[in-house]
């Protein structure tokens, strides 16, 4: 059954392209229902409207600091397209926690990080001056903490000593593209549940996915 799904975005929608490029396969489990913005100028509508996704814009600048009536107006558009999962792409508002209980275990959210390391602003910077030689992206549940939740999947990334916070965000924002579109396929088709603080999968592990940084041979 095709499960009905609306991606929040505030800017670019690179990830949102992403999701909407794999659910265009026939037998992809999941049906890009509706995106919506919380900025009338976030370039990623114009992406949606030409992919013939339906498109919304609650601007959340009136709303100020009353985040509960801003998400009012956001539930009553999911409950009139019959959502049924949420997909984050770089949607830049925070939620109150009476909406994030309520779609706990059905909201997803991409960070360009391998969580619980670098969340919030500027990961790649944090991931730099740290001096990780490996980075990479994570798609979890979303929770009322900020860029932490259950993990759904992470894809990893080296990082090179030239690296800058652009060109390590490039490098990232690839594997952005593959991990989502593959954990929105897991949790459409319930292969992922939620146990205690972390998550169980029914997908397997490859003993050749590995990633060693720096390479010496
Ligand atoms: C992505 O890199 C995403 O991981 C990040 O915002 C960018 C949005 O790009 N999200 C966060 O940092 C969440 N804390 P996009 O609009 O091109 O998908």
């Not at 990780?132 to 860029?147: C, L, R």
């Not at 939620?194 to 990633?211: M, Q």
Request: charged letters at 20%; proline letters at 6%.
């Amino acid at each position: 059954m095709m499960r009905r799904v609306a991606i929040l975005i505030s800017g670019r929608g690179s990830n949102m392209t992403a999701l909407i490029e794999a659910a265009a396969a026939e037998s992809f489990p999941a049906e890009i229902a509706l995106v919506i913005s919380n900025k009338a100028d976030a370039p990623g509508l114009a992406t949606a409207q030409a992919n013939g996704v339906k498109t919304l814009v609650i601007e959340s600048k009136p709303f100020g600091k009353d985040r509960a009536g801003f998400e009012k107006l956001l539930q009553a558009a999911l409950d009139d397209h019959q959502i049924e999962l949420i997909c984050l792409g770089g949607f830049m508002r925070l939620f109150t926690a009476e909406f994030v209980r309520r779609w706990y275990g059905r909201m997803l959210n991409i960070h360009p990080s391998l969580l619980p390391s670098f969340p919030g602003l500027d990961p790649h910077g944090q991931a730099l001056r740290a001096g990780v030689k490996i980075s990479g992206a994570t798609v979890h549940f979303v929770i009322p903490e900020t860029d932490a939740g259950p993990i759904v999947m992470q894809g990893a990334v080296p990082v090179s000593d030239d690296d800058t916070p652009d060109t390590l965000a490039a490098r990232v924002l690839d594997i952005e593209h593959k991990i989502y579109p593959q954990a929105l396929r897991l949790l459409a088709t319930s292969g992922v549940q939620i146990v205690g603080e972390a998550t169980r999968t029914s997908a397997g592990v490859c003993s050749d996915d590995n990633l060693i940084a720096p390479s010496v041979i």
